[in-house]
């Protein structure tokens, strides 16, 4: 937004927005938080209200038509918009991909019917588009271009009142309710076991909210772990990761953050069996973290439900201290990250959509 009325002084928004969204301008016509759901249970709770709120987006875009709709990631609720307004001759842009590349392929053929140009975070992801002829622009990724080069790992320590010595590991079990619920227990049972093996070692932990906070302090109790050596952070999950020498991460947008800081990182995930078999069942990659995908290959390790466990993740963890020769190897193939999506995404996207936006003037 920020860069179109850079290139568009008296562009008007309106749609679903956040705060940020607002600051930039946005007209707010429903909050965001409402398409904020995870998890099977919760989008069935709000099934009605989500109809009820796109049924009332297309009736309002129909009526007072726009020169272009953007649909911001969350495929479910979007495409379907999309295709409603593109049918109407709405020109559409559909920014961060759904990740039809790795599972559900044959949603590409919804995708072509809603969307009009494509805007990727990831050259894999604009490379399947152009194998589909689906128009496309790889635009990079927004963090690669917030995140500094050279992070100062002593300066973060500093900061959050850590040694500027020693070996930190920084623990990431997730910021929704429903990855505590899997993640809390395994994560203080991973930092006793590392603790146990090694006394030196210390551990950070960002928590997003009094709720997620509560649930770690819980696990803790739990397993009888106050005696860790373990600093919370409200949130600042950057900082905990820029000043760690190892990250054991949940897999998702942090796994991404941690390769772009150049940090060391051992992935994880659990979900319900269920799901995890209807993943597997659709699944068309063997590798679910970012980092790997984007290197196209196993670089970081990936330890997923059965393979979750204190044992598995400590010795992954250990595995890094203890070889800086093949820690050295991953953080040189982790650099190439940074380099592939560091494009100025959102100059990149606003001339994207400019384009469409010229074509579409062309064609009237």
């Known amino acids: ?36 759901i995870i998890g099977f249970a919760e989008a069935i709770g709000k099934y009605l209200q989500i109809q009820w709120m796109r049924r009332d987006l297309i009736q309002h875009f129909l009526s007072d038509p726009p020169d272009l709709f953007i649909g911001i990631d969350v495929p479910d609720f979007n495409l379907g918009l999309e295709r409603r307004l593109r049918a109407a001759g709405i020109p559409t842009v559909h920014y961060v991909s759904p990740t039809v590349w790795a599972w559900r392929s044959y949603r590409i053929h919804k995708i072509k019917k809603a969307v009009d140009h494509m805007l990727a975070l990831f050259p894999f992801e604009a490379r399947y588009y152009e194998q589909q002829q689906l128009p496309v622009t790889f635009v990079g990724h927004p963090l690669a271009d917030q995140i500094e080069e050279n992070v100062d790992q002593g300066l973060v320590r500093a900061r959050l009142g850590l040694k500027k010595d020693g070996v930190v590991v920084a623990l990431l079990p997730g910021s929704r309710v429903n990855e505590l619920k899997r993640h809390a227990d395994l994560f203080v049972r991973t930092a006793q076991w590392l603790h146990q093996r090694n006394p030196d070692l210390s551990f950070v932990v960002p928590l997003v909210s009094s709720e997620i906070r509560a649930m770690f302090e819980e696990a803790m109790a739990r397993n009888g772990a106050h005696e860790l050596p ?7 999950s950057r900082d905990a990761m820029a000043a760690a020498d190892v990250v054991v991460l949940a897999s998702g947008t942090a796994a991404l953050e941690a390769a772009l800081l150049k940090r060391l990182m051992v992935v994880t995930y659990k979900v319900s069996f269920i799901t995890y078999l209807l993943v597997r069942m659709f699944a068309h990659v063997k590798l679910f973290s970012l980092p790997n995908n ?14 979750a466990v204190p044992e598995k993740l400590g010795s992954a963890v250990e595995y890094f201290l203890n070889h ?10 982790l650099r190439k990250i940074g380099a592939q999506l560091r494009q100025n995404a959102n100059e990149r996207a606003a001339e994207a959509v400019l384009n469409v936006l010229h074509a579409q003037m062309g064609r009237g």
């Open 324 to 333: 800086p020769e093949k820690s050295e190897l991953v953080l040189k193939e």
């Open 230 to 236: 373990l600093l919370q952070l409200d949130g600042r």
């Open 1 to 36: 937004m920020h860069a179109l009325k850079q290139k568009i002084p008296d562009v008007k928004f309106e749609g679903v927005c956040g705060e940020h969204m607002e600051a930039e301008g946005c007209r707010g016509m429903f909050p965001m938080e409402w398409l904020s």
């Open 294 to 307: 984007l290197l196209g290959r196993e670089v970081v390790p990936e330890l997923i439900q059965g393979d």
